[in-house]
């Protein structure tokens, strides 16, 4: 039987990982496509393309992956050419342009549904703003990945809003659908009926003994953009140091340039000397297939607002193994605590502290990369926590199997594609009734800002406000990303060491690109005499005046935090493995 269908609006580049590094947009894209073509129960397969020649390596997927169907292809050009499937689906939200082609037509004659990746661009932000001023209805949708990128496209829609109302007294117009739907794994890919032999094999010719307590992270290799290496390796130290086995962190991945791989592993010397540290080319297909048996864990602390699912969690979960992940944006959907691994509490300032942030993004004083690098390095995990599942996951070999079997349950029975394109298509439909019963919402003037989020859940940052509400501050965009945010109460201790880590903090590329951010190495000894190894809340190192400003004290202490300088004194309270000497 076939179920409600979508046009594809198809370009090579963007549907495909060919002879290129793997970004994470693409590389979703691309799975999403040959999972319809697997599991799409349509009866032919459509594709928008500009010409018949960008159509071509469409056509050439779907003959190889479902010889069964046909594949059509619509002229772009064309408006109209959507109607036959009913829906248009476009790999972004970017969704402007489509729905302005559609009116040339008729703007019943098909859904338009967009998917979020990477929210935190100008040019994202810029785009989700137009769902409301751009000929867009309750029978389009944008498909969120995980309940935290919800969260935070609602914070945008909600603060537009309030301008548009405030500035030209526009009435809320009828809402884009903003479905939870999170992509997928092929889980059958994952199976390995020879686990232990491949096992052995990656691990003989990587130099792994077979007691060692191998720590698996695969993805991109980039301090400012992916997952902050710091604190991985912090974390992995304290384990070693109290563990009674050798501890040895597999990375796999890629680097953008020499200079950002000379800067991890001299890192990785410096600050986990207890542990071998290895480096993969994820590019290698050798590789990336084979490395999951040989690991014991999969280690992720992603620290970085560009990430709003996380599918390398997912796939560890597939492959049978225990997942010890940050407390943060998608993986809060997906890694369930304590069932399938465990989830490490992670911590930023408050809204407020992140306006100058914004406002050197928007001014261009910052490039992307260096705005959502500075938000990173005020994302702190707890590492005595996450050393301490280390620890109890070297220890325990029953913990690890159990953990692993209930995450690879877990996806076969939600992540699956089967499942997603399922999804898909019970939304497309859903919005094909929507289109199809006549009846249009009508404009609302009742205060737009509760359309989308309640009118309470959407503050104004401390400081004065900012000059675009499509350039917030990310501490209030994506306050639904960490465990939580600081507030007055919130107590810090200094850690064993921590003079010595200082200095080596303002000595690493990784950790000082953004020094405009935070206090000088000065003022920061400051605080950490006037702490004199007692446990000090926010409030009081604000009335201590060493930093007078409240936004550049929470960034500096959220940054000592992620260095290891500084612990959350209830962290530092209950967690079994101290700071090192």
């Given at each position: 039987m076939?179920l409600?269908?979508?046009?594809?609006?198809?370009?090579?580049?963007?549907?495909?990982?060919?002879?290129?590094?793997?970004?994470?947009?693409?590389?979703?894209?691309?799975?999403?496509?040959?999972?319809?073509?697997?599991?799409?129960?349509?009866?032919?397969?459509?594709?928008?393309?500009?010409?018949?020649?960008?159509?071509?390596?469409?056509?050439?997927?779907?003959?190889?992956?479902?010889?069964?169907?046909?594949?059509?292809?619509?002229?772009?050009?064309?408006?109209?050419?959507?109607?036959?499937?009913?829906?248009?689906?476009?790999?972004?939200?970017?969704?402007?342009?489509?729905?302005?082609?559609?009116?040339?037509?008729?703007?019943?004659?098909?859904?338009?549904?967009?998917?979020?990746h990477?929210?935190?661009?100008?040019?994202v932000?810029?785009?989700?703003?137009?769902?409301?001023?751009e000929?867009?209805?309750?029978?389009d949708?944008?498909?969120?990945?995980?309940?935290?990128?919800?969260?935070?496209?609602?914070?945008?829609?909600?603060?537009?809003?309030?301008?548009l109302?405030?500035r030209?007294?526009?009435?809320?117009?009828?809402?884009?659908?903003?479905?939870?739907?999170?992509?997928g794994?092929?889980?059958?890919?994952?199976?390995?009926?020879?686990?232990?032999?491949?096992?052995?094999?990656?691990?003989?010719?990587?130099?792994?003994?077979?007691?060692?307590f191998?720590?698996?992270?695969?993805?991109?290799?980039?301090?400012?953009?992916?997952?902050?290496?710091?604190?991985?390796?912090?974390?992995?130290?304290?384990?070693?140091?109290?563990?009674?086995?050798?501890?040895?962190?597999?990375?796999?991945?890629?680097?953008?340039?020499?200079?950002?791989?000379?800067?991890?592993?001299?890192?990785?010397?410096?600050?986990?000397?207890?542990?071998?540290?290895?480096?993969?080319?994820?590019?290698?297909?050798?590789?990336?297939?084979?490395?999951?048996?040989?690991?014991?864990?999969?280690?992720?602390?992603?620290?970085?607002?560009?990430?709003?699912?996380?599918?390398?969690?997912?796939?560890?979960?597939?492959?049978?193994?225990?997942?010890?992940?940050?407390?943060?944006?998608?993986?809060?959907?997906?890694?369930?605590?304590?069932?399938?691994?465990?989830?490490?509490?992670?911590?930023?300032?408050?809204?407020?502290?992140?306006?100058?942030?914004?406002?050197?993004?928007?001014?261009?004083?910052?490039?992307?990369?260096?705005?959502?690098?500075?938000?990173?390095?005020?994302?702190?995990?707890?590492?005595?926590?996450?050393?301490?599942?280390?620890?109890?996951?070297?220890?325990?070999?029953?913990?690890?199997?159990?953990?692993?079997?209930?995450?690879?349950?877990?996806?076969?029975?939600q992540?699956?594609?089967?499942?997603?394109?399922?999804?898909?298509?019970?939304?497309?439909?859903?919005?094909?009734?929507?289109?199809?019963?006549?009846?249009?919402?009508?404009?609302?003037?009742?205060?737009?800002?509760?359309?989308?989020?309640?009118?309470?859940?959407w503050?104004?940052?401390?400081?004065?406000?900012?000059?675009?509400?499509?350039?917030?501050?990310?501490?209030?965009?994506?306050?639904?990303?960490?465990?939580?945010?600081?507030?007055?109460?919130?107590?810090?201790?200094?850690?064993?060491?921590?003079?010595?880590?200082?200095?080596?903090?303002?000595?690493?590329?990784?950790?000082?690109?953004?020094?405009?951010?935070?206090a000088?190495?000065?003022?920061?000894?400051?605080?950490?005499?006037?702490?004199?190894?007692?446990?000090?809340?926010?409030?009081?190192?604000?009335?201590?005046?060493?930093?007078?400003?409240?936004?550049?004290?929470?960034?500096?202490?959220?940054?000592?935090?992620?260095?290891?300088?500084?612990?959350?004194?209830?962290?530092?309270?209950?967690?079994?493995?101290?700071?090192?000497?």
């Amino acid at each position: 039987m076939s179920l409600a269908n979508a046009a594809i609006d198809y370009y090579p580049s963007g549907y495909s990982t060919a002879g290129k590094p793997l970004m994470g947009r693409e590389v979703a894209n691309e799975a999403f496509l040959q999972a319809f073509f697997r599991h799409g129960e349509v009866d032919r397969f459509y594709c928008l393309a500009k010409a018949e020649a960008d159509f071509d390596p469409f056509a050439a997927a779907c003959r190889k992956l479902r010889e069964d169907r046909a594949a059509v292809w619509l002229p772009r050009h064309e408006p109209a050419s959507p109607a036959a499937p009913g829906c248009l689906f476009r790999g972004d939200p970017v969704l402007g342009e489509l729905a302005w082609r559609r009116r040339q037509h008729d703007e019943r004659a098909y859904s338009l549904c967009g998917v979020t990746h990477t929210t935190c661009t100008q040019a994202v932000m810029d785009a989700l703003g137009g769902l409301l001023t751009e000929p867009l209805h309750e029978w389009d949708a944008i498909v969120c990945t995980s309940q935290a990128v919800k969260a935070t496209v609602e914070q945008i829609l909600a603060g537009w809003a309030d301008y548009l109302r405030g500035r030209l007294g526009a009435c809320a117009p009828p809402r884009v659908r903003l479905p939870v739907i999170p992509l997928g794994v092929d889980a059958a890919a994952f199976d390995d009926p020879h686990r232990e032999r491949t096992r052995l094999a990656v691990r003989r010719t990587l130099g792994i003994h077979a007691e060692e307590f191998v720590a698996l992270y695969v993805g991109r290799l980039a301090f400012h953009a992916k997952a902050h290496p710091w604190q991985l390796y912090l974390s992995l130290e304290r384990a070693a140091a109290h563990a009674r086995k050798s501890f040895c962190l597999i990375q796999m991945g890629w680097f953008a340039n020499a200079e950002i791989e000379a800067e991890f592993k001299v890192r990785a010397r410096q600050l986990c000397p207890r542990v071998k540290t290895l480096f993969i080319d994820g590019n290698r297909p050798e590789f990336r297939r084979r490395i999951w048996p040989a690991a014991d864990v999969f280690i992720s602390l992603a620290d970085n607002i560009q990430e709003t699912f996380g599918l390398t969690p997912v796939e560890a979960m597939a492959a049978g193994l225990p997942v010890v992940v940050s407390d943060f944006n998608g993986y809060k959907d997906t890694v369930r605590h304590g069932i399938d691994g465990f989830r490490v509490p992670v911590v930023t300032p408050a809204a407020g502290a992140g306006t100058e942030l914004a406002r050197r993004y928007e001014r261009g004083e910052d490039d992307y990369d260096r705005y959502i690098g500075g938000v990173s390095l005020c994302t702190a995990i707890d590492i005595n926590a996450c050393a301490s599942y280390l620890v109890q996951l070297a220890a325990d070999s029953a913990l690890r199997t159990s953990l692993g079997r209930s995450g690879r349950q877990r996806v076969q029975n939600q992540y699956d594609w089967r499942h997603v394109i399922r999804a898909y298509q019970e939304l497309w439909h859903e919005l094909a009734g929507i289109r199809r019963s006549g009846v249009a919402a009508e404009a609302r003037c009742d205060g737009p800002s509760d359309q989308f989020v309640p009118q309470s859940a959407w503050q104004a940052p401390r400081s004065s406000s900012l000059s675009n509400p499509l350039r917030p501050d990310p501490f209030a965009l994506f306050a639904g990303y960490p465990t939580a945010q600081f507030d007055g109460a919130a107590t810090f201790v200094g850690c064993a060491g921590g003079e010595r880590r200082l200095v080596e903090m303002y000595e690493a590329p990784m950790m000082n690109f953004a020094p405009a951010l935070f206090a000088t190495l000065a003022e920061c000894r400051q605080l950490l005499e006037f702490m004199a190894g007692d446990a000090r809340s926010l409030d009081e190192l604000l009335a201590a005046g060493v930093l007078t400003d409240l936004s550049c004290l929470e960034r500096t202490l959220a940054w000592l935090l992620k260095g290891g300088v500084l612990a959350l004194a209830p962290f530092a309270k209950t967690r079994p493995v101290p700071c090192p000497d």
